[in-house]
């Protein structure tokens, strides 16, 4: 695959948009408050944020729930930052393509490959350079996948953090739903952190950091696996503690959560005789409506089961590392990838190894590896954010 180019265009330039990962621009961005913390910054907002004399349309043609005003943007434009407009998602946020009713987002540097989703147009634009910042939201990997995939940083905060919040943004899944920010560099998430937190973020010494590698290699291709092993050869030569650890596939809760959910929140276009739902999108959400009470009450329960499984964990490791992709980007089009034990479905395929942490709600860290568009994810306990970052900022180049 192509490398980005170095002169891509400042952020305040006007663009074209052959990726098609634009949802809405409007003729001038909202301006951001003058002198706060975040001035001189824009951002794009994906198009499941309320944003006041914006269409929202979540990919679909559906007819969609009013959430109101996203009280996210409006803490970022209070804070100084600009919103250049919304990107384009997966349909409703229910995939990793980033395919929607629309057509899709393609690859920011090769337009025969996907960018990942469900923020597929975030990490379009921040790759691009296109604004300083993207907003999205993660539900199963959808900040991290396209992060890793489109070689920027993806930053999926602990669950309910209150400097993320998610009121005025239509759900998914509100057991897993996370907003959050994705970027060309982790200074500008840390600044955007830094500002909507009011909690300074200081680059921390990996020295004596215990890591956890989580590395099903029946999971990853051979370079994804490469790139892992890489990245934790670097952090020992900075100090850390390598060990390996094992997680089981968690997709046994996590799916019927989502599913079910995401069925309740898009219920009154499900009633009509027509819903506008692409075929895919409207299986997922049909198999959603057709789960019982118990099979759901079961998934909770096995969920809860995990959450312990990964606290006890904690004890023994300060920091996960784990694959954030399971393959390089696929090309469009393309719904199964091969892995050392045999062709897997994409969408099982990416979900198995990014879905864990939405489900668990702990803070991930996304970012690029030695190999090209093959990022890798870090992770922490549940209200380690400032410290995950801060770790992110104590990275070797």
């Not at 192509?2 to 990726?19: H, I, T, Y």
């Not at 824009?42 to 009280?71: C, H, I, M, Y």
């Not at 147009?121 to 691009?128: K, N």
Request: hydrophobic letters at 45%; aromatic letters at 6%; glycine letters at 10%.
């Amino acid at each position: 695959m192509p490398v980005p180019p170095a002169d891509l265009p400042a952020p305040q330039d006007r663009f074209s948009d052959p990726q098609r990962a634009w949802a809405y621009r409007p003729a001038s961005p909202l301006p951001g408050t003058p002198g706060g913390p975040l001035s001189g910054l824009s951002f794009s907002v994906k198009d499941l944020f309320g944003v006041p004399g914006w269409p929202q349309r979540a990919g679909t043609r559906a007819p969609l729930p009013d959430f109101g005003p996203s009280v996210l943007v409006r803490r970022l434009l209070d804070l100084g930052a600009s919103a250049a407009g919304k990107t384009q998602l997966h349909e409703v946020a229910l995939g990793i393509t980033g395919m929607n009713a629309f057509g899709g987002t393609a690859h920011p540097f090769d337009p025969e490959r996907l960018p990942g989703g469900s923020s597929s147009g975030a990490a379009v634009s921040a790759a691009l350079a296109q604004v300083n910042f993207a907003l999205g939201t993660d539900t199963g990997g959808s900040i991290r996948v396209p992060a890793a995939w489109c070689g920027v940083v993806g930053f999926k905060p602990t669950k309910g953090h209150a400097a993320w919040s998610t009121r005025g943004v239509l759900p998914l899944s509100w057991t897993c739903d996370h907003a959050g920010p994705l970027a060309r560099d982790l200074k500008t998430v840390v600044r955007v952190h830094e500002a909507l937190s009011g909690q300074r973020v200081q680059p921390r010494p990996w020295s004596g950091v215990r890591v956890g590698m989580w590395l099903p290699l029946d999971w990853v291709t051979p370079d994804v696996s490469g790139a892992v092993h890489a990245f934790a050869a670097g952090l020992e030569a900075q100090g850390a503690l390598i060990s390996r650890v094992e997680l089981p596939e968690m997709l046994g809760a996590y799916t019927p959560i989502v599913l079910s959910e995401a069925a309740q929140v898009h219920a009154a276009a499900l009633a009509q005789p027509d819903p506008g739902f692409t075929p895919f999108t409207l299986g997922l959400l049909r198999q959603g409506q057709a789960l019982s009470e118990d099979a759901v009450r079961a998934a909770h329960a096995l969920r809860a089961e995990y959450r312990a499984m990964l606290d006890e964990l904690w004890a023994s490791v300060d920091v996960l590392l784990a694959p954030a992709v399971p393959t390089p980007p696929p090309l469009a089009g393309q719904d199964e990838v091969e892995l050392p034990a045999g062709p897997v479905l994409l969408r099982r395929a990416v979900l198995r190894l990014s879905a864990p942490f939405s489900l668990l709600g702990v803070p991930a860290l996304a970012v690029p590896s030695s190999q090209p568009y093959v990022g890798v994810q870090l992770i922490a306990p549940r209200g380690a954010d400032e410290r995950l970052l801060g770790l992110g900022l104590g990275l070797n180049p």
